[in-house]
C-alpha cells in the first residue's frame, strides 16, 4: 500500500542552521508528494509540492526535490529561524477510485533555539 | 477571507455521549475531509466528501459519522461506539480531487473524554 516514512524528531537547531528533514515513500503509480507545516495549536498549512520526478518545489526558503529513483522528498532550508519551529508532514496523494486522498506521515517536530 | 472555521475549539465529552464537530468552508471547494490527529501518529483518515449527499468512509471510520446536506459544511459526530475520542480533529478541503491538488485545513478541534 502507499505510505510515508519521515525521519524521527524532535529536531533541535540553532537559528541560522541548516536544515534537512528525511522523507521517504512507497507508491503505486506517481503520486504527487506534499510538505506541510503546523504551528502549535493550529491546522496544517501547505508549506510546498511537486507533482512529477524531478519537480522541486519551495516556498519560504525550504525546498524539497521529487526523487523517483530514490523514492524520496527531503525537505530543505539553508539558514533557519526560531520562526520555523513547528511539526513538519510529508504527504503524498494516493488513489481511491476517482478521488485521491493525501496520506501523511507522522511528522517531525522541529524546534530552533535563538 | 476565504477559510475553514472548526468550532468549537475545545470540546468535553462525557463518556456515553455523542457529540458534534462543525466545520464550515466559504472557498467554493468540492471536497471536504476530516482527519484525526494522535500524538506521534500524523493524521489518519475518518469520512471524506466529493460531492454533496455523498461521502466516503476512509481508514478509520468506526464510530464516526458525517453528514453533507450542503457544500459548505461537513459536520462530524463522535459516537458512543467511538472508544478512544480523545484526540485533535482536523477539516480540510480541496478545489478538486485529482492528485495534485493540496488540502485547505481548519483550525482544529480538541476534543477531551471527562
Known amino acids: 500500500g502507499n505510505s510515508v516514512t519521515q525521519m524521527e524528531g524532535p529536531v533541535t537547531l540553532s537559528e541560522e542552521a541548516f536544515l534537512t528533514i528525511n522523507c521517504t515513500y512507497t507508491?503505486?503509480?506517481?503520486?504527487?508528494l506534499f510538505w506541510y507545516v503546523q504551528y502549535p495549536g493550529e491546522g496544517l498549512q501547505l508549506l510546498l509540492k511537486a507533482t512529477k520526478a524531478d519537480d522541486k518545489g519551495s516556498n519560504k526558503g525550504f525546498e524539497a526535490t521529487y526523487r523517483k529513483e530514490t523514492t524520496s522528498f527531503h525537505l530543505e532550508k539553508g539558514s533557519v529561524q526560531v520562526s520555523d519551529s513547528a511539526v513538519y508532514f510529508c504527504?503524498?496523494?494516493?488513489?481511491?477510485?476517482?478521488?485521491?486522498?493525501?496520506?501523511f506521515g507522522k511528522g517531525t517536530l522541529l524546534t530552533v533555539n535563538p | 477571507d476565504g477559510g475553514i472555521t472548526q468550532s468549537p475549539k475545545y470540546l468535553f465529552r462525557k463518556e456515553g455521549q455523542n457529540v458534534t464537530l462543525s466545520c464550515e468552508q466559504n472557498l467554493n471547494h468540492d471536497a471536504m475531509y476530516w482527519y484525526r490527529q494522535d500524538p506521534g501518529q500524523g493524521l489518519r483518515l475518518i469520512y471524506y466528501?466529493?460531492?454533496?449527499?455523498?461521502?466516503q468512509k476512509g481508514d478509520i471510520a468506526e464510530g464516526y459519522s458525517v453528514s453533507r446536506e450542503k457544500k459548505e459544511s461537513f459536520p462530524l459526530t463522535v459516537t458512543s461506539a467511538q472508544k478512544n475520542p480523545t484526540a485533535f480533529y482536523l477539516c480540510a478541503s480541496s478545489q478538486g480531487t485529482g492528485p495534485s491538488y493540496g488540502y485547505t485545513f481548519g483550525s482544529g478541534t480538541r476534543l477531551t473524554v471527562v
Open positions: 466528501s466529493q460531492i454533496v449527499n455523498d461521502f
Open positions: 507508491a503505486t503509480g506517481y503520486p504527487s
Open positions: 504527504a503524498l496523494s494516493r488513489s481511491g477510485g476517482s478521488n485521491y486522498k493525501l496520506t
